[in-house]
């Protein structure tokens, strides 16, 4: 009896942190860039990001942005395991050996998967959806567009900052690391966890229409978390995922011209036949070099 009531106090006391940092988030953010729903409707009308007026206002929801990712998703998760689990428990999410061919492994798999996550999309962009849903898929990619603009070294600087570190270590820590872990912890099936936590991963991004895609490419995160044992391989896969897109999108703001939406769409870019075949035999191959050097190696570092 004693025990289910600490359960049920630490419990209580996660999630009112949870609640609590959520709104403090919130909070900060609007203040950081108040009026929110108002800047984001007068962004996606404006035309000209170049403006000198908006580079301010753009800077602002940048740093907005990077706050929320940080409120939302590292910081539950930090609260989660400290009370559930104590400090130990924080150090042990962490603390994996890496081993340098996993994160070889890990980067030209994510880059050969570019062309799969592409497909994926367009294929999803023609499925009949709703008229709501395809205008806010429009809608954030345009909003992604004017986030990503900027010609300067400090605007892809402060962009890989904003897009790329800041939601692949928080965003592995919350979905691999703490629920992917949880789910293993109540469920027996590995695999049926990653999935749990791919479809979470991806519904988070509140993306009807590219659901499909995010959801693919966090089962590929997840398998490489549960094969390697170690957060720091999803997390440099999340970082080149989200890299290469700020850098095409600096090169092509760069050259004046109007950049792919980051969000994966693909543009213009063209796909043979054969650089799919392609793409997949590199993928299966790497990811069996992974799963080779590691099916003896299922276990994580074990939480107190």
Not at 152 to 161: C, E, H, V
Request: hydrophobic share 55%.
């Amino acid at each position: 009896m004693k025990t289910s009531g600490s359960i049920l106090v630490k419990l209580i006391l996660s999630i009112s942190i949870i609640a609590l940092s959520i709104l403090a988030t919130l909070l900060i953010s609007e203040a950081i860039s108040p009026d929110s729903i108002a800047t984001l409707q007068r962004l996606l009308k404006i035309q000209a990001p170049a403006n000198p007026s908006l580079q301010e206002l753009l800077f602002r929801m940048k740093l907005s942005q990077g706050g929320q990712t940080i409120g939302v998703f590292l910081v539950p998760a930090l609260a989660m395991v400290g009370v559930l689990y104590g400090r130990k428990g924080i150090s042990l999410m962490l603390a994996s050996k890496v081993h340098w061919r996993d994160l070889f492994d890990a980067v030209f798999l994510v880059l050969f998967s570019t062309t799969i996550m592409v497909l994926a999309s367009r294929y999803s962009q023609l499925l009949p959806w709703p008229q709501k849903y395809m205008e806010a898929n429009a809608q954030s990619e345009k909003l992604t567009n004017l986030l990503l603009f900027g010609t300067s070294y400090f605007d892809l600087t402060l962009n890989l900052i904003i897009v790329c570190v800041i939601p692949a270590f928080c965003e592995e820590f919350f979905f691999r690391g703490f629920l992917q872990r949880i789910f293993m912890k109540w469920i027996k099936d590995p695999h049926l966890c990653i999935f749990l936590a791919a479809v979470l991963f991806s519904a988070f991004h509140f993306d009807a229409v590219m659901f499909l895609p995010r959801f693919l490419l966090g089962a590929m995160l997840g398998y490489l978390f549960y094969w390697t044992g170690s957060l720091w391989v999803p997390m440099l896969a999340h970082f080149i995922n989200n890299a290469q897109y700020v850098v095409s999108a600096f090169i092509l703001n760069r050259m004046d011209k109007s950049p792919a939406t980051a969000a994966g769409s693909g543009g213009d870019f063209e796909i043979s036949n054969f650089n799919v075949i392609f793409s997949l035999v590199l993928i299966v191959l790497l990811l069996f070099s992974i799963y080779m050097r590691h099916m003896n190696v299922r276990e994580f570092p074990k939480l107190p």
